[in-house]
């Protein structure tokens, strides 16, 4: 998982888009409030998040899954995922009395790629057996006071969630994400914090898929990497503190911490002298 710096979409595009969001938002807003407040809310139109997904999402996420970073190429295919759900919310799995956050289907903010592994009911293989999980889908547990219905003023929205001070690991908002989760040398992800283990558990972190990909991605180009960055060092100290891997590449923070780890093996004999 990697932290996403932007300041959001732009440009014309954009502004037609959020124009037509904006629209079928405050309609069911409008809606959910003339019919009572219904539970789950009103059905979102997916059309628009295909079009932001073109417009922003898959530019700024590098076509990865925000949550494993994996990518079409890998065999990770990234679908719009809302971060805090649209339709209903679960904690521990279990439905809650929420109409889920329906007037957040179309805010930015709370729209990031994910693979389908990630983000819904996937099979694994576990101790040699098959196993199913549930991946994100509605699960969205906090540790403050929840936000269940819209204010008046927009604008106030997003101040307005962080009191909710969710569990799960957020790409936009939260510190980098290698202070709340780590690798091993075998390519499974362990948690630093609460939110970190929220996230592995949540997202099926370690699928043994998911861990055996990372070690393909390593075995086949850590080593290569190395030894090219260590020949451009050589001629450009200033690119010492460049990572290994860029942030668009599938898998880059791990392929960084696995890079570190092949690097100080390589140097180890010459700390001994």
Not at 18 to 31: E, F, G, L, Q, T
Not at 43 to 56: D, G, S
Not at 83 to 89: A, Q
């Amino acid at each position: 998982m990697i932290k996403i710096h932007t300041a959001g979409p732009s440009g014309s595009k954009y502004d037609d888009w959020r124009v037509r969001a904006i629209k079928k938002r405050d309609k069911d807003i409008a809606n959910w409030k003339e019919n009572g407040r219904p539970r789950p809310g009103p059905k979102p139109n997916q059309e628009l998040w295909a079009e932001l997904k073109q417009i922003f999402l898959s530019d700024v996420f590098h076509d990865k899954c925000a949550y494993c970073e994996g990518n079409h190429a890998s065999g990770y295919p990234a679908h719009v995922e809302h971060y805090r759900p649209k339709l209903m919310v679960t904690e521990e799995r279990q439905a809650i009395d929420h109409p889920g956050y329906f007037w957040l289907a179309y805010e930015w903010e709370n729209l990031l790629l994910s693979c389908a592994h990630c983000n819904s009911n996937h099979s694994s293989i576990k101790d040699g057996e098959k196993v199913s999980h549930y991946g994100k889908l509605n699960e969205f547990r906090i540790q403050g006071q929840r936000v269940s219905e819209p204010s008046a003023d927009p604008s106030q929205w997003q101040k307005e969630l962080k009191a909710e001070q969710p569990l799960l690991l957020n790409s936009y908002d939260d510190e980098e994400p290698n202070l709340h989760i780590g690798f091993s040398k075998d390519g499974t992800v362990y948690a630093k914090t609460g939110k970190g283990k929220e996230t592995v558990d949540v997202c099926d972190l370690n699928r043994i898929e998911l861990v055996e990909a990372r070690r393909s991605e390593a075995k086949k180009s850590a080593r290569t990497r190395i030894y090219d960055r260590l020949a451009v060092i050589e001629r450009d100290q200033t690119k010492i503190d460049e990572p290994f891997f860029d942030p668009s590449e599938p898998f880059s923070a791990w392929l960084n911490h696995y890079a570190m780890i092949l690097v100080e093996n390589l140097f180890a004999p010459f700390a001994k002298t």
